[in-house]
């Protein structure tokens, strides 16, 4: 990937919150920039404090948090930066969040409940954010929460093609762990050029205490099968897939997964699993106290750095979407 020209680089800015600041570093050396030097400060109260130090007037910004546990303190870290831009006279803000905080709250579902994604969109815009910068948002009507252009990137590709060069596509099946995923296992099975299957879990009628029953509806049997979802969390769910799949012959089972949330006892759970492989994204850091062996993380780095170069040299990230 070229470096930007100088007369380029001086006026697009690059931040980044403390989160994840491996991140950071490696979009910064794809772009030929540099991150730009802050004073960040948790106080005792907990309270954070932010100072940029270099000269911010008229720049085209970008500020890169990705939204791990302690997810409230890097959302409001980050709106403490785009504050701190917009009262410096940074031309353009774009909020970088390759992880959108809170994306699974997107609807009600309950009366007398928050539509929390869409808080979060009118948070960034209050502080003064002018576009958003995304990978696989969770549901994809949350683009429209934001006043403003929303770059909705997908992390597909470079999953896929890393799949295309590990794996044999002869005798392979993507997989959607439930039917609200259909959608994005489609796409993989578009990509892939492989059949799709998809579990169902339902309620077992027969007993007492409806236990839920996994049907597979699709040729599973001694197939290797691809289980995909945008985000690993608690792993529950992937992991009894995983079982089911077993159960119902597979040969080998692999996850694909863009977001890496990991939290409670997801590494445990993986690690006892049915998986080959559990293939990931570096949207969100891992904690080095989590070992999980079996899993492969990739750099999003490539495509957040293209869609940044995109954006502020005004080109079309829909294009570079189609390009993937």
């Given at each position: ?5 100088k ?19 490696q ?25 940029f ?8 910004a ?14 409001m ?7 701190a831009?917009?009262?410096a ?55 429209g ?21 590990n ?19 489609d ?76 939290s409670?006892?997801?590494?445990d ?49 829909a ?6």
């Open positions: 990937m070229a470096d930007l020209t007369k380029d680089v001086k006026h697009l800015m690059l931040f980044a919150g403390r989160s994840h600041p491996q991140l950071a570093a979009i910064a050396t794809l772009l030929g920039t540099e991150l730009v030097p802050s004073r960040t400060v948790t106080y005792a109260n907990s309270e954070i404090y932010v100072r130090e270099e000269s911010v007037r008229g720049c085209d970008f500020i890169i948090q990705a939204h791990t546990a302690p997810v409230n303190d890097w959302l870290e980050q709106l403490i930066m785009v504050d831009l917009k009262r006279s940074a031309k353009r803000i774009t909020v970088v969040t390759p992880f959108y905080p809170y994306a699974r709250q997107d609807k009600k579902h309950a009366g007398r409940e928050p539509i929390s994604a869409r808080l979060i969109a009118d948070m960034y815009k209050a502080a003064g954010a002018t576009r958003i910068m995304s990978v696989d948002l969770h549901a994809a009507q949350i683009q929460f934001f006043d403003g252009p929303v770059d909705h990137l997908y992390g597909l590709p470079i999953l896929a093609d890393y799949v295309k060069k794996y044999s596509l002869d005798n392979f099946v993507v997989v959607s762990p439930d039917a609200g995923r259909v959608r994005t296992s796409m993989w099975s578009d990509r892939l050029g492989c059949p799709l299957a998809i579990i169902h879990k339902r309620r077992d009628p027969n007993t007492a205490h409806s236990v839920a029953v996994h049907e597979v509806v699709g040729d599973v049997e001694g197939k290797t099968c691809l289980l995909v979802d945008d985000m690993i969390d608690t792993a529950g769910t992937i992991c009894l897939a995983a079982e089911a799949l077993k159960v119902h012959g597979a040969g080998k089972v692999i996850a694909a997964a863009t977001h890496p949330v990991l409670g006892p997801a590494a759970r993986l690690n006892r699993s049915a998986f080959e492989e559990i293939i990931v994204t570096n949207t969100l850091p891992i904690d080095p106290k989590i070992k999980i062996d079996k899993m492969t993380v990739l750099s999003i780095a490539p495509l957040l750095a293209k869609a940044i170069k995109e954006v502020f040299l005004d080109g079309s990230v294009a570079l979407m189609n390009e993937q």
